[in-house]
Nanobody, 123 residues
Framework: VQLQAFGGGLVQPGGSLRLSCATS????????MGWFRQAPGKEREAVAA????????YYLDSVKGRFTISRDNAKNTVYLQMNSLKPEDTAVYYC?????????????????WGQGTQVTVSS
């Protein structure tokens, strides 16, 4: 299974970015997907998760109302729309595929990881 995340970049506070994660290697539409991030000197944390059907989603409290996770199973792609970005959102963002069909924020349930894409929020 391969995951490729892209869409990161430099954006000003209050701006928006959309991350994409393309998967290949198996029928990823059968599994939950998630976005995680790791800032310098901090542990990796779960940002958002989505079930295989897209019908269930979870978010980190600090991004609720600003970030939206979605998926297009026909394209084997998961998205993270990030609005109203703040400097504290600066991190490397990773997409991952879970071993279960449900949405989960539990990192240990993710078996496959993408390479990460840098998001920098700064003026």
């Amino acid at each position: 299974v391969q995951l490729q995340a892209f869409g990161g970049g430099l954006v000003q506070p209050g701006g928006s970015l959309r991350l994409s994660c393309a998967t290949s290697g198996r029928t990823s539409s059968r599994y939950g997907m998630g976005w995680f991030r790791q800032a310098p000197g901090k542990e990796r944390e779960a940002v958002a998760a989505i079930s295989w059907s897209g019908g269930s989603t979870y978010y980190l409290d600090s991004v609720k109302g600003r970030f939206t996770i979605s998926r297009d199973n026909a394209k084997n792609t998961v998205y993270l729309q990030m609005n109203s970005l703040k400097p504290e959102d600066t991190a490397v963002y990773y997409c991952a595929e879970a071993r279960i069909t449900s949405a989960t924020m539990t990192m240990s349930l993710y078996d496959y990881w993408g390479q990460g894409t840098q998001v920098t929020v700064s003026s």
